[in-house]
Structure formats: C-alpha cells, structure tokens
C-alpha cells in the first residue's frame, strides 16, 4: 500500500504564493503519476494538476495553468504544487493523489487534504 502525507497549506492574500507537498512511502515503485486534487464546500472534488513518474510528464486545469507548477523529487519521494498569484477561487482542500499502473489492479491512493485559504 501506498501513504500519502500532504502539508504546506494556509492562509495568504490573494497575490501570493503557497508551496504544498506531499510525501509518498509505502509501495511507491508502483505509482505511475502523482497529482493534486481540490475541493471547495459545496463542490466536486477537482483535478488540478498530476505528474507522471516516469516521463514527468505534466498536466494542469485550466484555471491553474500558468499560475501553478507540479514537480516531483523522486529521490525524496514528494511531489509538490507551487502555486504563484493565489485568488480567493482557490481556497479549497487540497489532496495528494497517487495513481497505481494498471497491472497492480489497485484503487488510487489519497492523502487527508491540506486546507488553502486565500482572503481578498
């Protein structure tokens, strides 16, 4: 199995800056991409930006895309979400995710969330 520990939340004003990370142990040779997913009260839980293990290769929602950088430290085995220009739209709960390959016919993996909070 695969733990997954989320920290670096807060508060900030809107126009900062925030870095989470999210330490993974546990079987990690089976984790094929890393991401973070957010949800606000009220609302569905949101992908916001994953990293694959192998090739790095990176995807980010729209609404995060030029604001937001996910990286990984595979010596480390963290992977972390820089978040630059912080609006008040992305406070939510913040979770590491952790997809298993296919062939390991696993459920995915979540971290207990991290709380972002940006004020106007």
């Known amino acids: 199995q695969v733990q997954l ?4 939340g807060g508060l900030v004003q809107a126009g900062g800056s925030l870095r989470l990370s999210c330490v993974a142990s546990g079987s990690t040779r089976f ?12 609302t ?12 790095m290769t990176t995807n ?3 609404s995060v895309k030029g604001r937001f950088t996910i990286s990984r430290d595979a010596a480390k085995n963290t992977v ?15 979770y590491c995710n952790a997809e298993p390959y296919v062939a390991v016919r696993a459920e995915p993996y979540w971290g ?5 909070t940006v004020s106007s």
């Open 31 to 42: 984790i094929n991409a890393m991401g973070w997913y957010r949800q606000a009260p009220g």
């Open 80 to 94: 972390y979400l820089q978040m630059n220009s912080l609006k008040p739209e992305d406070t939510a709960v913040y």
């Open 44 to 55: 569905r839980r949101e992908l916001v930006a994953s990293i694959t293990t192998g090739s």
């Open 112 to 116: 207990q969330g991290t709380q972002v």
């Open 5 to 8: 520990v989320e920290s670096g």
């Open 60 to 62: 980010y929602a729209d």
